[in-house]
């Protein structure tokens, strides 16, 4: 009984934090169709030939502030912890989602408004790895780890399908077509927020603050709350690992940087999330309206029923690596893997651009190299979200030591930003500059990552959080020994085996 609650509890807790992955796929995916609405340009009153700056700014601004927030976060959650920074992160997303929706007539209070919005879910980026990782049991870690990928897949996707509602069901002059979408983003920051309420803090990071006494209690009730050897053990292991990180860091924080094999875990926090955007995945979704509106049909809102089902593609793939794949096929063999599978469709892409330009349909004929793009480019996204959708977020919030994990994180979580970033500026010049060579510049990276994967990532299937140390040569053992088993314990676990000896 106690395995199958924990079990329960351990999804439960991941899928509630996850929500924080939602919110910040759905606000980057439902921007982009809200944009595209004449509703929304005769509100906020700017000219067709500001629509340019006005999208780029919209994106552009939200990047910032995810930016600036992966690391104004990290000191207010190691002095306030997990549960109580993702409410305070909720909160702020929430205010920055209230000022985005009502109808101002400003763009600067829109701009204001996606700014705290991104504080907010940048946030949520170094935290949800964080606290997933620190409650989740090493066996099933990869799986829940995976689901940050999952509910990112699931808010694009009914970002999607909500700006096919709106654009159906609303007139261009009525502004709940824009509203409604941007508004419905307050229903999961809400539910983020009340959900943290209800589960307790990271038993890892109790710990760490000397709390042992409340983080064994958090542990027993995430591991199902029946007391057994294996709860003991691993409650042991934790404080053995966190002892063993002040005494080679001498209990400074930044010395902890600056060892050799943190150094290097930050390297890869920092490398991961580039090789991410270095996939091409994020420069395909620019593309990829460009590609589905040659299907045969001028129709915008076609246009968005076949992204709708883009979206669903990409659900589809990650849950498929979730349930199935995640925690028995380790992390370097998926990775290189999708990377050799995107390397190859982005190769065929580029091949099919360049023999066969892709021209707008006229609404009647279907031209066949627009279904193979189509279809090669569904194909990219069920890969990537088999592979790097999910990995690198798994990987950047197990890697880390319990010290120095949330800087860890927010190194990891602002490249993906910058990079992201990077790669949204960069890629409508190089389509339009370089054309179908684009393509073919990412199927290289694609080949290319291959060798950095074989080269750099260290396997980290089926080992504690406290092993890391030993898998980055940091240690070569944890110090856990019949005494210190005993030692670990929470003082009231003491009084009760006494009672029990007695």
């Not at 829940?144 to 069901?169: E, I, P």
């Not at 077509?177 to 309420?197: A, E, K, S, Y």
């Not at 069920?382 to 592979?387: P, Q």
Request: hydrophobic share 45%.
């Amino acid at each position: 009984m106690g395995s199958r609650l924990g079990t329960f509890r351990a999804i439960y807790l991941v899928s509630l934090c996850c929500i924080g992955s939602f919110i910040f796929a759905y606000d980057t995916g439902i921007v982009g169709g809200v944009l595209t609405l004449k509703s929304f340009q005769n509100d906020f009153r700017y000219s067709s030939k500001q629509q340019v700056s006005v999208n780029s700014n919209a994106v552009s601004i939200l990047q910032g502030g995810a930016f600036f927030g992966c690391f104004l976060v990290w000191p207010v959650t190691a002095r306030l912890g997990r549960r109580t920074t993702l409410v305070i992160a909720a909160g702020i997303f929430i205010v920055g989602s209230i000022i985005q929706v009502v109808k101002t007539h400003s763009l600067g209070a829109f701009y204001a408004g996606r700014v705290i919005a991104g504080v907010g879910v940048g946030s949520a980026t170094v935290l949800v790895p964080a606290f997933s990782a620190e409650m989740a049991p090493k066996h099933m870690r990869g799986s829940l780890g995976s689901c940050f990928q999952l509910f990112f897949a699931t808010g694009v996707m009914v970002s999607y399908w909500v700006d096919y509602g709106a654009k159906v069901n609303y007139a261009n002059t009525d502004s709940k077509q824009w509203q409604i979408p941007i508004g419905l983003q307050v229903l999961p920051g809400g539910l983020l927020g009340l959900g943290m309420l209800l589960v307790p803090e990271s038993a890892r990071w109790l710990a760490r603050k000397g709390r042992s006494e409340q983080a064994y209690e958090s542990l027993l009730w995430v591991r199902g709350g029946v007391d057994s050897p294996e709860i003991r053990a691993e409650f042991s292991e934790i404080q053995a690992g966190i002892e063993e990180e002040i005494r080679v860091s001498e209990g400074l924080t930044w010395k902890e940087l600056l060892l050799k094999s943190n150094l290097y875990r930050l390297f890869l926090a920092f490398t991961v999330q580039m090789c991410a955007q270095l996939t091409g995945n994020t420069s395909l979704a620019y593309y990829a309206p460009q590609i589905f509106g040659t299907v045969g049909t001028s129709s915008d809102t076609k246009n968005l029923f076949i992204t709708g089902f883009f979206g669903v593609v990409k659900v589809v793939g990650v849950a498929t690596f979730v349930l199935f794949f995640a925690d028995r096929v380790g992390r370097r063999l998926p990775m290189m893997v999708g990377n050799f599978a995107m390397g190859s469709l982005f190769l065929i892409i580029a091949c099919i651009s360049a023999t066969h330009p892709l021209k707008k349909g006229d609404g009647n004929h279907v031209a066949s190299s627009g279904i193979a793009s189509v279809f090669m480019v569904y194909l990219e996204a069920f890969s990537y979200n088999m592979s790097w959708g999910p990995l690198p977020w798994l990987y950047i919030g197990e890697i880390f030591p319990n010290r120095i994990r949330e800087i860890g994180i927010a190194v990891g979580a602002s490249s993906q930003w910058l990079w992201n970033f990077v790669f949204s500026q960069i890629t409508p010049h190089a389509i339009a500059n370089i054309g179908w060579r684009t393509f073919l510049m990412f199927a290289i990276f694609n080949y290319a990552i291959i060798a950095y994967v074989w080269f750099f990532i260290k396997e980290t299937s089926g080992k504690s959080l406290e092993e890391m140390d030993i898998v980055f040569g940091q240690i070569d053992s944890l110090p856990v020994g019949k005494d210190h088993e005993e030692q670990g314990l929470p003082p009231s676990q003491h009084l009760r085996d006494s009672q029990l000896h007695n």
